[in-house]
């Protein structure tokens, strides 16, 4: 299979909320979104090995990232096919960190996004990340989607892996830092400030889930 590190410098620079957050509970309301939306050829399966799966993260931020990723699979699945997402608890050396760029060792949940799709080739998976880069037809979109995942795993201090073979597949793992002891974290903003107004924010997004969700 291919591994594709970071291969962009895109990165969100919006307001994040960072507070611990737990894995599971933030996967299971994206789930219960699709399992309403998607198509009803899609199975969709979780498997929870990770026994602690709280990290330090925008939880919002994160549901966004699963969900532009599942419907990248559900995309490449028109037929049907099988959406898997998985967590584990791994710990990273220095001796993976050095053949795995952007990588650092220590402590991380582990979030895998797989379906059986029709994959990518070398070509494609080269510019998987960057902005505006897209396969889709005129109209279809916007080639922001996996740009943005990538800024939003980049902003929680993680980083994001993708493996594929056409005809084979493809499957994302996402790592970030793990909370080994969740008292010591105290939930953190950038700006606590509250400032109200009649302000207007215009919200661009082709994909309606996903506009719906933010």
């Not at 969709?44 to 990723?69: E, K």
Request: proline share 2%.
């Amino acid at each position: 299979q291919t591994l594709v590190p970071y291969t962009t410098l895109f990165r969100s620079k919006g307001k994040y909320e960072m507070a611990p957050v737990n894995m599971h509970e933030t996967v299971m309301e994206v789930v219960k979104l699709l399992e309403r939306t998607i198509d009803r050829r899609i199975e969709i399966t979780q498997h929870f090995r990770a026994d602690r799966a709280t990290i330090m993260g925008d939880r919002t931020q994160l549901q966004n990232a699963i969900l532009n990723i599942a419907l990248n699979a559900r995309d490449a699945m028109l037929n049907g096919g099988k959406l898997t997402i998985e967590t584990e608890n791994v710990h990273l050396d220095e001796t993976y960190c050095r053949v795995h760029l952007g990588s650092t060792p220590g402590d991380y949940v582990m979030l895998g996004v797989s379906d059986n799709g029709v994959g990518m080739d070398k070509e494609i998976l080269a510019h998987v990340f960057e902005p505006f880069f897209t396969t889709k037809e005129v109209g279809k979109g916007t080639g922001l989607g996996l740009a943005t995942v990538y800024g939003i795993i980049k902003q929680n201090d993680g980083f994001i892996y993708v493996y594929s073979e056409q005809g084979r597949g493809t499957s994302f793992k996402i790592y970030i830092p793990r909370i080994i002891h969740e008292d010591e974290f105290a939930a953190k903003t950038e700006d606590s400030t509250i400032v109200s107004g009649f302000e207007t924010i215009l919200l661009v997004e082709d994909e309606d889930m996903v506009r719906g969700m933010t």
